[in-house]
């Protein structure tokens, strides 16, 4: 009867430390994968020192057109920290293709009138900031955020095609595509 217990007690250990190693290696790689969220891109990478869920309350691609002067489109979105750890994050534009800059009819383009401004509940905030026009421009939106342990950052960002007195028809059929998103800085 003993060397029965024995031979049991012996296979119980060995599935024990089977069944840890896998359950290991598994959170491992697990951590280290990229997230997604409500099925929408989010470039934060995971791993068991950088834990962050964005969630980006509508669609983070835009794709904007036969925009009036005085229009205003506005989002949201919130960043959590779920670690213990301090995260820093940047907010980047990418994917970015525009027709501000070209004009209509030998009339001047004026890209400057199409902005946004980027209000967040930590404090952060930029106004009337010009819409990039192209993917090789500094596509930076904000940089250098910190997030401490178990906080959320709410922001809105609002699009606008600025309403000047006079004639703003040399922007009326602009297009913008592009997208924004939260990633983790190193």
């Not at 997230?35 to 834990?51: L, P, Q």
């Not at 920290?81 to 907010?91: C, F």
Request: aromatic letters at 10%.
């Amino acid at each position: 009867m003993g060397k029965k217990w024995m031979i049991l007690l012996g296979s119980f250990s060995v599935l024990t430390l089977i069944s840890s190693v896998l359950c290991t290696s598994l959170i491992y790689f697990s951590e280290q994968a990229r997230t997604d969220i409500n099925s929408k891109e989010v470039v934060a990478a995971n791993n068991m020192y950088k834990s962050l869920s964005i969630n980006y309350n509508q669609n983070n691609v835009l794709n904007l057109s036969n925009l009036n002067p005085g229009d205003l489109i506005t989002k949201t979105f919130s960043i959590t920290n779920n670690n213990s750890n301090t995260i820093n994050y940047k907010i980047l534009w990418s994917n970015v293709s525009s027709t501000w800059n070209t004009g209509n009819n030998y009339q001047t383009a004026h890209p400057e009138e199409f902005v946004y401004t980027l209000i967040c509940s930590n404090g952060e905030k930029i106004e009337n900031k010009q819409m990039p026009l192209a993917d090789d421009e500094d596509l930076t939106i904000i940089n250098n955020l910190e997030l401490k342990t178990n906080k959320t950052n709410d922001c809105t960002i609002t699009f606008s095609f600025v309403s000047k007195d006079g004639d703003q028809s040399y922007n009326f059929n602009k297009s913008f595509g592009g997208t924004y998103k939260v990633v983790v800085e190193e």
